[in-house]
């Protein structure tokens, strides 16, 4: 049973558009969500995360937004670029386990 | 500052050999995680040490073992290799329990090919 849904396999989006990236889940347990970029042949890097008790947080191009009520996240890229071309992937934990749940990742393409 | 570190960078073993891979995380960080990614399955979660000790484990045959050493690094132990062991081996670390979540960061992992 899969908890954390990447339903999207890959999105493709131009140059200074907007990005939005979906992730679902089940376990209404997760009280933590992450988001990894990674490119192939390396491991993945931390982007973003939120704690359960938010419903928004931004760091610079990125946002992350939570809704609890739809176990619902997504993650904003705005400005995209070319750099920003990956495999997104998103993830969850139940805290006290810090069992990292991973979606299946989806890849993003920004065309100059 | 230095990133997680893994070795070997690919290690090729026959079935029923036994592997070793290798891991230290960042300066200061104190909990160490290992992942699993087979081909056409996402990552999966191994194993958690914290402060020397066995935290957490997934759903993983007891052949799956480590140990964090004093310095905090980490070993991660697969005894009698199976052809599915064959998989990308991913080390995390993160700060640990602070009283606030924190973020796991990764390596660049251990291509373990089983032949």
């Known amino acids: 049973d899969q908890q954390v849904k990447q339903n999207s396999p890959s999105l493709s989006v131009q140059e200074g558009r907007i990005s939005i990236l979906n992730c679902d889940y089940t376990n209404s347990m997760f009280d933590y969500f992450l988001w990894y970029k990674k490119y192939p042949a390396e491991g993945p890097t931390f982007l973003i995360s939120?704690?359960?008790?938010?419903d928004k947080n931004e760091d610079g191009r990125f946002t992350v937004f939570l809704n609890k009520s739809a176990k619902h996240l997504s993650l904003h890229i705005v400005p995209s670029q070319p750099g920003d071309s990956a495999v997104y992937f998103c993830a969850a934990l139940q805290g006290g386990s810090e069992k990292l749940v991973f979606g299946k990742g989806m890849k993003l393409t920004v065309n100059p | 500052e230095a990133g997680v570190t893994q070795s070997p960078t690919h290690l090729i073993k026959t079935r029923g050999q036994q592997a070793t891979l290798r891991c230290s995380p960042i300066?200061?960080?104190?909990?160490v995680y290992w992942y699993q990614q087979a081909l056409g399955l996402g990552l999966q979660f191994l194993l958690w040490y914290d402060e020397g000790e066995e935290r957490n484990r997934g759903n993983f045959p007891p052949r799956f073992s480590g140990r964090q050493f004093p310095n905090y690094s980490s070993e991660l132990n697969v005894n009698a290799l199976e052809l599915e062991d064959s998989a990308l081996y991913l080390c995390?670390?993160?700060?640990?329990?602070?009283?606030?979540?924190?973020?796991?960061?990764f390596g660049d992992g251990t291509r373990l090919s089983i032949l």
């Open positions: 939120i704690s359960s008790i938010k």
């Open positions: 995390a670390s993160s700060l640990g329990w602070t009283g606030v979540n924190q973020p796991q960061h």
């Open positions: 300066s200061g960080h104190t909990s």
